[in-house]
T-cell receptor, first 111, second 119 residues
Framework: AAGVIQSPRHLIKEKRETATLKCYPIPRHDTVYWYQQGPGQDPQFLISFYEKMQSDKGSIPDRFSAQQFSDYHSELNMSSLELGDSALYFC??????????FGPGTRLTVT | AQKITQTQPGMFVQEKEAVTLDCTYDTSDPSYGLFWYKQPSSGEMIFLIYQGSYDQQNATEGRYSLNFQKARKSANLVISASQLGDSAMYFCAMREGDAGGTSYGKLTFGQGTILTVHP
């Protein structure tokens, strides 16, 4: 069965640079969620989209923005990167609110 | 405010034995869902099992079962016949607003429990 696809899987950036993370949800899934998992921590909700509209917002810094496109893929844009942004970023998707299926994550390292 | 607590930072179990991972939660919403995820060292989050707050029976998925005690607000994961491949971090998570098993809400996670299975 098709799963959530995230790219890139690994990303290394320097402080103050920008990064774009991409998420391709499971086909026909209508909702996308973004989570951030710092080292040794539990995942924290950032933002979600339902049918291409922002549906909820968590502890997402103002330096971050996200959107969902007409083909339902989503992108998380991160600017002015800080060392503390180093984390595993997950995208998850669901269909009609049933379950949340996670992608493999993007490991971002800021140096 | 919702809250998930996993009080066991680490657990050890012998291969082929059963193990219970604890999870307690706190919410004022009568409609909620409880999830368990497995995170191996490779990092991916693997969905294991789901229990809705109105479900009368405990959820089961193969070797995984959820011991749901609503009055005590606990949702413990039971893994039967542990295998070496079960060694991983396990997260309990809650989602508010679940109605009939569906919600567009976010997940709130506990701190996780690292399970180590010994041969």
């Amino acid at each position: 069965a098709a799963g959530v696809i995230q790219s890139p899987r690994h990303l290394i950036k320097e402080k103050r640079e920008t990064a774009t993370l991409k998420c391709y949800p499971i086909p026909r899934h209508d909702t996308v969620y973004w989570y951030q998992q710092g080292p040794g921590q539990d995942p924290q909700f950032l933002i979600s989209f339902y049918e291409k509209m922002q549906s909820d917002k968590g502890s997402i810094p103002d330096r971050f923005s996200a959107q969902q496109f007409s083909d339902y893929h989503s992108e998380l844009n991160m600017s002015s990167l800080e060392l503390g942004d180093s984390a595993l970023y997950f995208c998850a998707s669901s269909l009609e609110g049933v379950g949340q299926y996670f992608g493999p994550g993007t490991r971002l390292t800021v140096t | 405010a919702q809250k998930i607590t996993q009080t066991q930072p680490g657990m050890f179990v012998q291969e082929k034995e059963a193990v219970t991972l604890d999870c307690t939660y706190d919410t004022s919403d009568p409609s909620y869902g409880l999830f368990w995820y497995k995170q191996p060292s490779s990092g991916e989050m693997i969905f294991l099992i789901y229990q809705g707050s109105y479900d009368q029976q405990n959820a089961t998925e193969g070797r995984y079962s959820l011991n749901f005690q609503k009055a005590r607000k606990s949702a413990n994961l039971v893994i039967s016949a542990s295998q070496l491949g079960d060694s991983a971090m396990y997260f309990c998570a809650m989602r508010e607003g679940d109605a009939g098993g569906t919600s567009y809400g976010k997940l709130t996670f506990g701190q996780g429990t690292i399970l180590t299975v010994h041969p």
